[in-house]
């Protein structure tokens, strides 16, 4: 079991950053892989970013990429969600998420994904 909590989100600015951040317990010794997921009101689930166990392999969501920057810190446990330039439309729910894999392993497949935080809500005002 791999527990999830993030934290970070809060009410900012258009243009403005964020670092969300997820810090993870419980079986911590296997590699597995961390993604962050969205949801804005109304809307389903959606990728956003994904860095292997190695931190070597990262996918980004198109509508972020350049923007936001995800890396992992193995001695803290926690991966991160760097998020600049922000858009009224990346008001959302942020979930963290982890999956068993080799240390290279990334995937965008949220139903691959066994492992999931409560969520830290990020607000973007215009």
């Known amino acids: 079991q791999v527990q999830l909590v993030e934290d970070g989100g809060k009410l900012v600015q258009a243009g403005g950053s964020l670092r969300l951040s997820c810090a993870a317990s419980g079986r911590t010794f296997s590699s597995y892989a961390m993604g962050w997921f969205r949801q804005a009101p109304g809307k389903e689930r959606e990728f956003v970013a994904t860095i292997s166990w190695s931190g070597r392999n990262t996918i980004y969501a198109r509508s972020v990429k350049d923007r936001f920057t995800i890396s992992r810190d193995h001695a803290q446990n926690t991966v991160y969600l760097q998020m600049n330039g922000l858009k009224p439309e990346d008001t959302a729910i942020y979930f963290c998420?982890?999956?068993?894999?080799?240390?290279?392993?990334?995937?965008?497949?949220?139903?691959?994904?066994?492992?999931w935080g409560q969520g830290t809500q990020v607000t973007v005002s215009s």
């Open positions: 998420a982890a999956v068993d894999g080799d240390n290279e392993f990334v995937t965008r497949q949220q139903a691959q994904y066994g492992y």
